[in-house]
């Protein structure tokens, strides 16, 4: 039974490779150079490049670029942004240094505190004063005469020149003098004196009569309060916007 099957299927493969071979239309109909023999115009076709492959690396360039920009994004998160733009900001405000000063201090307590705060870390250009001056008293002198009787004669002079001058009795390194007039500021008795000295007073100057009290103001230029460890017990106040300072 076997052997009859092997001999029919022989005999099938042999009728249909003569049929193949024998009919040449049948063996070609499926092929491009008949299709072409069909056509009405073959001259005016046209093959057009594959436009999908071509812009395939083109698309994977842009997904590659895409994914690199997704990886950078990935990296530095959006909500981070405005955090890192408060870090500068603090860090601009930090940067700012603020100005603490004291009350009027005497020259030992200044003294004492600079070098408190000096060992607490603070740089001398860190540590300023600011200076008033309370009180005092500036006179246009003339003198010191040898005894009354010389200043009366410089007297006379000077009422010839239609000036009035008061007697200095005191303090002692100015009598026996003369006044010219008496201020509460240096400036002002300087601004007198040239004012005489185109009068033709030569001999006069300006001198203290009562010494102004001078206040001293330590002041700490620093971006935070940590030195402030170095100074308990001392009262700091914020130092007046129009007030200069020495450092």
Known sequence: ??????????????????????????????????????????????????????SAPRRAASAASAGSVSASAADTPVADAPAASAAGLARAVGATLACSETPPLNDAEFASLKTALGKAGLSDAAIGER?????????????????????????????????????VNSPVALAPGLSLGQFTSQADAAKKLDELGKRGVHSARVAVLDAPIVLRHLQVHAPDASWRRAAVGQRFDSCPADAPSNT
């Open 1 to 54: 039974m076997l052997r009859a099957l092997v001999v029919l299927f022989l005999l099938v493969n042999a009728v249909l490779y003569w049929w193949l071979h024998d009919n040449s239309t049948a063996l070609q109909s499926d092929r491009e150079p008949q299709r072409l023999d069909h056509q009405v115009t073959p001259d005016a076709v046209q093959v057009l490049p594959d436009l999908p492959a071509a």
């Open 131 to 167: 200076r008033q001056t309370k009180g005092g008293a500036w006179i246009v002198y003339l003198g010191k005469f040898a005894d009354a009787d010389a200043r009366q004669e410089k007297v006379a002079e000077l009422r010839k020149l239609d000036l009035k001058a008061d007697p």
